[in-house]
Structure formats: structure tokens, C-alpha cells
């Protein structure tokens, strides 16, 4: 065996082996595969092997849509067949919610280029004519799904890699994985040790087990999965083609041809974790016992959808473990805290999803970046709150909802609260109803009288429409108050700590007292976060970006930390409030006796009441309004200034809900809506707060960027549903771009929308249409902001 490689990946199930060949086909040969049995041994071989590309995530769509197009480049680089069976595929709606769903999906898949259809209940019949079309609406018809043979794809995936110079040993079990001072591994065996730069965690099973040997918790657990393979079934032996898939998420099942049979799978309700402890490593390749109990309503309900299923004999059962992280995508890319130590595991679609998994690995490893934002599969968007007593509830709970309707202002329930603030008692005797980003609970809105205490999941306008109206109102016209909590906070000192800032930022590092907004761009140019930064002292610096991205953050910060500059996360250790609206300034001045004569992008340290406060003039209400910071400890006796000194005023609650409302009436983006890692300074206007005059990460392709398309707003002729995201946007009949988030603006009571659409075609008042739930809806692009056009409110 080598003793020293540039990457050693650990595992050699679909996901290993994929990640082991984008390495070799971008570049690397010096790479080693380590797989305790033979290739497939953990959750690969026992797969189903079936493959689609609907994700509710865009990029993660694109990326199964990736996967899926690469077996056929497979089959000819390598020979070896990886029994592909592109059959198509349909997903049935059985109610409105379910339909409503599809169709957005659809929508989105026009501007993706994807050729997904909506079908009725006829066409459902003639495609997939096993299928009882009783009570179903419609379904989505996807022509790339299929299924393949999992075991031939993984040996074709090493044999490319093999081809490329990749080594694989197999009977090779990866005992310790051991940093040495200088930041590379030795990655020790049964066989010897192979130091190496790169370590990929590929364990899939034992994905927990070999984190752990690097003192790494993997948020993923797995869960017990069943399908059902069938004997002869007569209409499919009479049949001249293939069956297609058939989804049927009512039903919670996933159906296909197997030989002249069928092959039935189930997302049961009453499902189970499995290996609670610990993966045991004398796990082989093998099954666990049948428990046709466990799915038994999910095959009542199946024989009634598919009647052929009810009168074939069932020749397998195949019953066994695969892993999930809480939110059901993979965990892939750099593990935050670590030099060199990569994460691809979690993956609960090796065959949907295992090649855009490799690929963007591979990307990251040898690139530095990846060619799309892949914040929803990026390891780094759990923090260090996560424990497996909150991953296993969410596994579960995500296992359950696998087949159920995803609605955009859904809240889960599994694991919560987890994380709390000081306020959480106080807010929910003024009605919170909660939300929850990054472990944390965060006001949605506060309902009041007999409005809901709980927001209706809905595509549509929801019922707490009337309740976050109110809070609006209440900002616009008086003075709002909300906390500041969910900010990723981050306090940046020592000496060296502006010319720091300079280069990781590009925007203008703020003078002392002052506060600037700056763009985080990649080297390739890309948008890594839209920063606050607010100069409290000659070497001392607060910024604050989005609370979730604060493990992504951190990860780049540390990976360019330098000499003479101190980096701290104080996420958490920074507590505060938003007050705004046109009296915010009187508020603030009834409840301090410092001068509150502050200019627009203000930062000062004041007593408020009798709390040490750093004050902030900004808010993402774009209405007048302060930030109030303070310790956490404090935070109590800040709310009790601030509430009491409102009274008189008529002092109202927001929530988040509001918040997105209010930022609409201002054009403000959002970040991972309007700024993400897909999208450049240049495209998002995120350029104007660049500081081109100085040197900074980014700024060679920033300046040599042209994008042909831009951001813009519209106004959007809406009825009961607005803009949420990807929503392709139509000129005479042609999509010219998508949405990439809106609202409906409760102030000016009109529905907003942003979207990236062709440079050329940007001109007030062009009119286009945005596909909103099927129905095309007439939108008009402005280029002002309708509320304090020339900020004159909010810099009051
Ligand atoms: C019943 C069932 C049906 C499924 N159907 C589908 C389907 O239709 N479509 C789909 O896309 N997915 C399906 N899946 C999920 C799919 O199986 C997984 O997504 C996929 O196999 C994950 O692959 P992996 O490489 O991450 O992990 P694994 O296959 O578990 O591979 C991990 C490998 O790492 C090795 N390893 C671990 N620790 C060490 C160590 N210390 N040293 C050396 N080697 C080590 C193991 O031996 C193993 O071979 C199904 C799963 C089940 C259980």
C-alpha cells in the first residue's frame, strides 16, 4: 500500500467512489480510495438504485440533474454497464396543496431548462397504467427518471477513477485518522498509514464513527428503509415497454419495474432509527429481519393506488440501513475547525445525488470553490449547537416528511426550542409564534386577540396575513420593535485588523464611530456574504452578516487569518433589539441620557437605562431605526427600558415575518434569496459598495466581471399568493429569468418581486409576467423604491 497520497478518501460505497473520480478527472491522480470489505458494502449494494432530479432546492435539482447525465459518460469512458433504466417517471397530487406544489416545481424547472410536465389524470393512466388515478389531481412528469443497477455504477465509478490513477484498496479498515503539527494526516490502517494532505470522510454508515476519529461530530443518523419486490405481475408482463416510476407521495411510496415484477418502497410513518449508538463495525453486508408490520397501512394503501400489486406474490423483501442528515441533503465540503478534513457523507440519494456530490467536492478540494452555491448540502450550515439528541428527532421527523407537501413558511416542529434567547418567555406572553434559523427560535410574528397563535402552512397568502399587517403598520407609522439576535456576529481586533478587513472584504473598511456595508467576494468573484461593518475603536471592528451562514463565515475568516488579527464569533454573545419607525429616535432619547444625535450609519457606545449598549444607526426595515446591542445577561433589563419607555408612545412588536415585508418596500436584498454564493457583486448591484481603489480577495474577477444579466424589482399584479423563489419570469412568452424572492408588501399593498433577468432588456416600467402557482400574473419592473424614494426617512 502507499504510504502518502494528496487525498485519502475513507469508504468506498457510490459517494466515495464518485468523489474518487471527479478527483482524478479534475486533475488529481494521487489518490487513494480506503474501503474496509469490498466496494459497496455499507448502504450502496442493498439500494434501490432509482434516480430523479426533483429537489425543492434549485441547486441541488441541478446537481441530481448532473448525476443523472453522467452515468452515460460512465458507461463509454469505462466500458462497464451501470444498467440504466431511463424510464421517466410521474409524481402524483392527490389534493390542491400537493398539485399547487408540483406545479411550482414545474416552474421552476422551466428557467433550469428541465423538461418536467404537468399532466391530468388521463394522460397519468395511459403513461403509468398500473396506477388507480381515483381522487389524483394531476402529476409531474419528469422523462429523466430511472433507476440503475447500484453496484455496476459504483464499479463503474472506480474503474473511471482507477483509469484517471487512482488507487483503490479494498479490505482496508481506516483504524485512527491523526493531524500532525503541521496540519496533514496520518490516515492509519490495518494495512500501514498513509500520511496525506486531504482526508475525506466517505464512511456512509460509519460516517459517525470516522468523524469521531478526528474528534468530529457528523450531524447524520441512520434510518431503517424497506421496499418490496414482487413476482411476475401480468400487466407488466404484457406490457412492450418499460413501466415508468411512479411516486405516490400520499401513499409515501416510490414504485417501479423490477424484471416482469414490481418494486415498491415506503417512507412509513411509523419508521425507525437504527444503530442509536454507534454503527456497529461488524455491520456486513447484510440486511435486517423483514418487518412487513411496520409498512403495513403504507401496502394497504398501496394496493388500493396500484390494484396489479395486491394479487402478486412477494419474492423480496429488502429491509436495511441508510444514513440522513436533519434536513435530508448531504453534508459535504470543508469541515469548519478543520485544516484538510473533508465531509461527503449523509448522502440519503447516492444514486440521485452522488455525482453532484463529487463533483462539487472535488471543486472545493482542488479548486478552493465550487462552481455553484451548495449552501444547502454544505456541511457548515450546522453549527457547534448540533448534538445527536437534536439530529435523531429531525432525522426522524425528515424521514416522515420525506413524501409530504413542502410549504415555504412551514415551520417543523422535531427538537424545539433547541436554542433560546432571554426573551423567549417574555415574547411568548406577548404571542410569539415562533420560527426557527440555526438552531434558533426567532419570532415569526406576535399574535394578538384571535389572531393565529399558529401560521397555517400554505403556497398562498397565509392567516397570519392580517397579524403581520399590523406589525407593519406599527413600524411605519410609529415605532417597531424587535431583537437582533439572529445576526452572525463577529468581533475582529489587533493590530493588524483594518488591513485585514481591507482584503477579506471589498467594500470600504469604516472609519472610527462609522458603519459601511461590503460585499465578501471569492476569488472567482462570487458572493460569500453582505457584511455590516461598524468601527468601535481604533484596532477594533463588529460585523454582522446572516446568522446562518456563521460556520461558513468563520470557516473562510480562519482559513485567512493572519498574524496580529483576532477573530471572534460573539453570534451569541451579542444580544440586542431593532427599534424603528419614525419615532425610533424618540424612544431612544426617552430612555438614555446620551446624545442620540446620530447621523445614518452611526455606531456609539450609550447607557440605556442601565445597560451598557453599542447603538447602531441602520435597519433592515429600511425606516428610521437604531440597533441596540448588549450582553445577553443584560438583555432583560434592556427590554424592560425600552418596553416601558414605549408605552406612552404605543411601542408595538415585529417579527421576522414583518421584517421581510417592510425590507421589500426599500428594494433590500436577502441574503441566500438575493445574494448567494450563484450570484456576483456585479449582477446583484452588490458593486456599488465595492472600493475598487484598493487591493482585496475577489478583485481580479469582480473587475473583469460583465454579467449580461441584473437584479431588479417588480411590482407584481398578484391575487392570493406572492413571489417566494425561482418563479421564471416570462417576456412575450420567452422566460427571460426567475425571482429570486419577494412578498407582499404590506405597507404599500403591493406584491413585490426581485429577480435576475437579461442586462438589455432592464428599463422602468417593463412589463413581463411572473408564473406564480400556474397562473402567469402581469409584473412591472421599477427602478425606484416606492416607500422614502430618496431615503430621506431613513436617513432622517
Ligand atoms: C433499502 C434502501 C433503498 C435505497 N434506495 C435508494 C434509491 O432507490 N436511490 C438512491 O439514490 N438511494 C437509495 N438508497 C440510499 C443509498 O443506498 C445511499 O444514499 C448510498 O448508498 C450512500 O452511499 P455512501 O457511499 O454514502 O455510503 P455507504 O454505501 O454506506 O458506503 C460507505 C462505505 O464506507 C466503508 N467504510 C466505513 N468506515 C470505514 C473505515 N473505517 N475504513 C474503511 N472503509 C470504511 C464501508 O464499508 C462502506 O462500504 C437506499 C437505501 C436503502 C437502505
Same mark, same amino acid.
Given at each position: 500500500?502507499?504510504?502518502?497520497?494528496?487525498?485519502?478518501?475513507?469508504?468506498g460505497?457510490?459517494?466515495?467512489?464518485?468523489?474518487?473520480?471527479?478527483?482524478?478527472?479534475?486533475?488529481?491522480?494521487?489518490?487513494?480510495?480506503?474501503?474496509?470489505?469490498e466496494?459497496?458494502?455499507?448502504?450502496?449494494?442493498?439500494?434501490?438504485?432509482?434516480f430523479?432530479?426533483l429537489n425543492?432546492?434549485?441547486?441541488?435539482?441541478?446537481?441530481?440533474?448532473?448525476?443523472?447525465?453522467?452515468?452515460?459518460?460512465?458507461?463509454?469512458?469505462?466500458?462497464?454497464?451501470?444498467?440504466?433504466?431511463?424510464?421517466?417517471?410521474?409524481?402524483?397530487a392527490?389534493?390542491?396543496?400537493?398539485?399547487?406544489?408540483?406545479?411550482a416545481?414545474?416552474?421552476?424547472?422551466?428557467?433550469?431548462?428541465?423538461?418536467?410536465?404537468?399532466?391530468?389524470?388521463?394522460?397519468?393512466?395511459?403513461?403509468?397504467?398500473?396506477?388507480?388515478t381515483?381522487?389524483?389531481?394531476?402529476?409531474?412528469?419528469?422523462?429523466?427518471?430511472?433507476?440503475?443497477?447500484?453496484?455496476?455504477?459504483?464499479?463503474?465509478?472506480?474503474?473511471?477513477?482507477?483509469?484517471?490513477g487512482?488507487t483503490?484498496?479494498?479490505?482496508?479498515?481506516?483504524?485512527?485518522?491523526?493531524?500532525?503539527?503541521?496540519?496533514t494526516?496520518?490516515?492509519?490502517?490495518?494495512?500501514?498509514?498513509?500520511?496525506?494532505?486531504?482526508?475525506?470522510?466517505?464512511g456512509?454508515?460509519?460516517?459517525?464513527?470516522?468523524?469521531a476519529?478526528?474528534?468530529?461530530?457528523?450531524?447524520?443518523?441512520?434510518?431503517?428503509?424497506?421496499?418490496i419486490v414482487?413476482?411476475?405481475?401480468?400487466?407488466?408482463?404484457?406490457?412492450?415497454s418499460?413501466?415508468?416510476?411512479?411516486?405516490?407521495p400520499?401513499?409515501?411510496s416510490?414504485?417501479?419495474?423490477?424484471?416482469?415484477g414490481?418494486?415498491?418502497?415506503?417512507?412509513?410513518?411509523?419508521?425507525?432509527?437504527?444503530a442509536?449508538?454507534?454503527?456497529?463495525?461488524?455491520?456486513g453486508?447484510?440486511?435486517?429481519?423483514?418487518?412487513?408490520?411496520?409498512?403495513e397501512?403504507?401496502?394497504?394503501?398501496?394496493?388500493?393506488?396500484?390494484?396489479?400489486?395486491?394479487?402478486?406474490?412477494?419474492?423480496?423483501?429488502?429491509?436495511?440501513?441508510?444514513?440522513?442528515?436533519?434536513?435530508?441533503?448531504p453534508?459535504?465540503?470543508?469541515?469548519?475547525?478543520?485544516?484538510?478534513?473533508?465531509?461527503?457523507?449523509?448522502?440519503?440519494a447516492g444514486?440521485?445525488?452522488?455525482?453532484g456530490?463529487?463533483?462539487?467536492?472535488?471543486?472545493?478540494?482542488?479548486?478552493?470553490?465550487?462552481?455553484?452555491?451548495?449552501?444547502?448540502?454544505?456541511?457548515?450550515?450546522?453549527?457547534?449547537?448540533?448534538?445527536?439528541?437534536?439530529?435523531?428527532?429531525?432525522?426522524?421527523e425528515?424521514?416522515?416528511?420525506?413524501?409530504?407537501?413542502?410549504?415555504?413558511?412551514?415551520e417543523?416542529?422535531?427538537?424545539?426550542?433547541?436554542?433560546?434567547?432571554p426573551?423567549y418567555?417574555?415574547?411568548?406572553?406577548?404571542?410569539?409564534?415562533?420560527?426557527?434559523?440555526?438552531?434558533?427560535?426567532?419570532?415569526?410574528?406576535?399574535?394578538?386577540?384571535d389572531?393565529?397563535?399558529?401560521?397555517t402552512?400554505?403556497?398562498?397568502?397565509?392567516?397570519a396575513?392580517?397579524?403581520?399587517?399590523?406589525?407593519?403598520?406599527?413600524?411605519?407609522?410609529?415605532?417597531?420593535?424587535?431583537?437582533?439576535?439572529?445576526?452572525?456576529?463577529?468581533?475582529?481586533?489587533g493590530?493588524?485588523?483594518?488591513a485585514?478587513?481591507?482584503?477579506?472584504m471589498?467594500?470600504?473598511?469604516p472609519?472610527?464611530?462609522?458603519?459601511?456595508?461590503?460585499?465578501?467576494?471569492?476569488?472567482?468573484?462570487?458572493?460569500?456574504?453582505?457584511?455590516?461593518?461598524?468601527?468601535?475603536?481604533?484596532?477594533?471592528?463588529?460585523?454582522?452578516?446572516?446568522?446562518?451562514?456563521?460556520?461558513?463565515?468563520?470557516?473562510?475568516?480562519?482559513?485567512?487569518?493572519?498574524?496580529?488579527?483576532?477573530?471572534e464569533?460573539?453570534?451569541?454573545?451579542?444580544? @440586542?433589539? #431593532?427599534i424603528?419607525?419614525? /419615532? =425610533?429616535?424618540?424612544? %431612544?432619547?426617552?430612555?438614555?441620557?446620551?446624545?442620540?444625535? !446620530? $447621523?445614518?450609519?452611526?455606531?456609539r457606545?450609550?447607557?440605556?437605562g442601565?445597560?451598557?449598549?453599542?447603538?447602531?444607526?441602520?435597519?433592515?426595515?429600511?425606516?428610521?431605526?437604531?440597533?441596540?446591542?448588549?450582553?445577553?445577561?443584560?438583555?432583560?433589563?434592556?427590554?424592560?427600558?425600552?418596553?416601558?419607555?414605549?408605552?406612552?408612545? @404605543?411601542l #408595538?412588536?415585529?417579527g421576522? /415575518? =414583518?421584517?421581510?415585508? %417592510?425590507?421589500?418596500?426599500?428594494?433590500?436584498?436577502?441574503? !441566500? $434569496?438575493?445574494?448567494?454564493?450563484?450570484?456576483?457583486?456585479?449582477?446583484?448591484?452588490?458593486?456599488r459598495?465595492?472600493?475598487w481603489?484598493?487591493?482585496?480577495?475577489?478583485?481580479?474577477?469582480?473587475?473583469?466581471?460583465?454579467?449580461?444579466?441584473?437584479?431588479?424589482?417588480?411590482?407584481?399584479?398578484?391575487?392570493?399568493?406572492?413571489?417566494?423563489?425561482?418563479?421564471?419570469?416570462?417576456l412575450?412568452?420567452?422566460?427571460i429569468?426567475?425571482?429570486?424572492?419577494?412578498?407582499?408588501s404590506?405597507?404599500?399593498?403591493?406584491?413585490?418581486?426581485?429577480?435576475?433577468?437579461?442586462?438589455?432588456?432592464?428599463?422602468?416600467?417593463?412589463?413581463?409576467?411572473v408564473?406564480?402557482?400556474?397562473?402567469?400574473?402581469?409584473?412591472?419592473?421599477?427602478?425606484?423604491?416606492?416607500?422614502?424614494?430618496?431615503?430621506?426617512?431613513?436617513?432622517?
Amino acid at each position: 500500500m502507499k504510504t502518502t497520497a494528496q487525498a485519502v478518501i475513507i469508504g468506498g460505497g457510490v459517494v466515495g467512489a464518485s468523489v474518487l473520480y471527479h478527483l482524478t478527472k479534475l486533475g488529481w491522480s494521487d489518490v487513494v480510495l480506503l474501503e474496509r470489505a469490498e466496494l459497496t458494502s455499507g448502504s450502496t449494494w442493498h439500494a434501490a438504485g432509482g434516480f430523479h432530479t426533483l429537489n425543492g432546492d434549485t441547486n441541488m435539482a441541478a446537481l441530481q440533474g448532473y448525476t443523472i447525465k453522467l452515468y452515460r459518460e460512465l458507461e463509454e469512458i469505462t466500458g462497464l454497464s451501470c444498467g440504466l433504466h431511463h424510464v421517466g417517471g410521474v409524481t402524483l397530487a392527490d389534493n390542491a396543496d400537493r398539485f399547487d406544489m408540483l406545479v411550482a416545481e414545474r416552474a421552476k424547472h422551466r428557467y433550469m431548462g428541465l423538461e418536467t410536465e404537468i399532466i391530468g389524470p388521463e394522460e397519468i393512466r395511459k403513461i403509468a397504467p398500473i396506477t388507480n388515478t381515483d381522487g389524483i389531481l394531476g402529476a409531474l412528469y419528469d422523462p429523466l427518471d430511472g433507476h440503475l443497477d447500484p453496484s455496476g455504477t459504483t464499479h463503474a465509478y472506480a474503474k473511471a477513477a482507477r483509469m484517471g490513477g487512482a488507487t483503490i484498496e479494498t479490505h482496508t479498515m481506516v483504524t485512527a485518522t491523526t493531524q500532525r503539527a503541521d496540519g496533514t494526516w496520518d490516515v492509519v490502517t490495518d494495512k500501514g498509514t498513509i500520511h496525506t494532505e486531504h482526508v475525506v470522510n466517505a464512511g456512509g454508515l460509519w460516517a459517525r464513527e470516522v468523524a469521531a476519529m478526528a474528534g468530529i461530530y457528523a450531524p447524520l443518523h441512520p434510518m431503517e428503509h424497506q421496499y418490496i419486490v414482487t413476482d411476475d405481475v401480468p400487466e407488466i408482463v404484457a406490457r412492450d415497454s418499460e413501466h415508468p416510476h411512479v411516486m405516490d407521495p400520499a401513499g409515501e411510496s416510490y414504485l417501479r419495474q423490477e424484471g416482469r415484477g414490481l418494486c415498491i418502497g415506503f417512507y412509513e410513518q411509523p419508521c425507525r432509527p437504527w444503530a442509536v449508538d454507534g454503527t456497529p463495525w461488524s455491520f456486513g453486508a447484510e440486511l435486517l429481519p423483514d418487518d412487513l408490520d411496520k409498512i403495513e397501512d403504507s401496502i394497504e394503501f398501496a394496493y388500493n393506488r396500484f390494484p396489479a400489486l395486491a394479487r402478486a406474490g412477494v419474492k423480496t423483501v429488502v429491509h436495511g440501513p441508510f444514513t440522513f442528515a436533519p434536513d435530508g441533503n448531504p453534508l459535504v465540503g470543508p469541515v469548519p475547525g478543520m485544516r484538510g478534513y473533508w465531509s461527503a457523507c449523509g448522502v440519503m440519494a447516492g444514486f440521485s445525488q452522488g455525482g453532484g456530490v463529487g463533483l462539487m467536492l472535488a471543486q472545493w478540494m482542488i479548486h478552493g470553490e465550487c462552481e455553484r452555491d451548495v449552501t444547502a448540502m454544505d456541511v457548515a450550515r450546522f453549527g457547534g449547537w448540533i448534538t445527536p439528541g437534536y439530529t435523531r428527532p429531525k432525522v426522524i421527523e425528515n424521514y416522515q416528511k420525506r413524501f409530504s407537501v413542502a410549504y415555504p413558511n412551514e415551520e417543523l416542529p422535531a427538537a424545539r426550542p433547541h436554542r433560546t434567547t432571554p426573551m423567549y418567555d417574555i415574547f411568548t406572553s406577548h404571542g410569539a409564534v415562533w420560527g426557527h434559523q440555526y438552531g434558533l427560535e426567532v419570532p415569526n410574528y406576535f399574535a394578538q386577540g384571535d389572531e393565529p397563535t399558529f401560521e397555517t402552512p400554505s403556497f398562498r397568502r397565509s392567516d397570519a396575513f392580517d397579524a403581520i399587517a399590523r406589525e407593519v403598520k406599527g413600524v411605519r407609522s410609529n415605532v417597531g420593535i424587535t431583537e437582533v439576535h439572529n445576526f452572525g456576529k463577529y468581533r475582529i481586533t489587533g493590530r493588524h485588523a483594518r488591513a485585514w478587513l481591507d482584503r477579506i472584504m471589498a467594500g470600504r473598511i469604516p472609519k472610527e464611530g462609522r458603519i459601511s456595508l461590503t460585499p465578501m467576494l471569492s476569488p472567482k468573484g462570487k458572493l460569500l456574504g453582505d457584511f455590516t461593518v461598524s468601527c468601535t475603536g481604533e484596532n477594533s471592528f463588529h460585523l454582522t452578516a446572516s446568522y446562518g451562514a456563521q460556520a461558513q463565515h468563520m470557516r473562510w475568516f480562519l482559513q485567512h487569518q493572519e498574524d496580529g488579527v483576532s477573530i471572534e464569533n460573539i453570534s451569541d454573545k451579542l444580544n @440586542g433589539f #431593532s427599534i424603528a419607525g419614525p /419615532r =425610533a429616535t424618540d424612544l %431612544l432619547a426617552a430612555c438614555t441620557r446620551d446624545d442620540t444625535a !446620530m $447621523r445614518f450609519l452611526d455606531t456609539r457606545p450609550m447607557t440605556i437605562g442601565q445597560t451598557a449598549c453599542t447603538v447602531q444607526r441602520v435597519s433592515y426595515t429600511g425606516d428610521l431605526g437604531y440597533e441596540i446591542y448588549c450582553d445577553p445577561m443584560d438583555q432583560r433589563a434592556l427590554w424592560t427600558t425600552l418596553w416601558t419607555a414605549g408605552q406612552p408612545m @404605543g411601542l #408595538s412588536l415585529f417579527g421576522m /415575518r =414583518a421584517i421581510m415585508s %417592510l425590507r421589500l418596500d426599500r428594494h433590500f436584498g436577502s441574503w !441566500m $434569496r438575493e445574494f448567494s454564493p450563484d450570484y456576483t457583486a456585479k449582477e446583484t448591484g452588490m458593486d456599488r459598495f465595492i472600493q475598487w481603489d484598493k487591493d482585496f480577495i475577489g478583485k481580479e474577477a469582480a473587475v473583469a466581471d460583465n454579467p449580461d444579466r441584473a437584479l431588479v424589482t417588480f411590482v407584481v399584479d398578484a391575487t392570493d399568493t406572492d413571489v417566494t423563489a425561482y418563479e421564471p419570469i416570462f417576456l412575450d412568452d420567452e422566460v427571460i429569468g426567475f425571482c429570486t424572492s419577494g412578498g407582499y408588501s404590506h405597507h404599500l399593498g403591493k406584491s413585490i418581486a426581485f429577480g435576475l433577468i437579461p442586462k438589455a432588456q432592464v428599463a422602468e416600467g417593463l412589463r413581463v409576467e411572473v408564473e406564480l402557482l400556474g397562473d402567469r400574473r402581469p409584473a412591472t419592473l421599477i427602478t425606484t423604491p416606492l416607500f422614502d424614494p430618496d431615503g430621506s426617512r431613513l436617513r432622517a
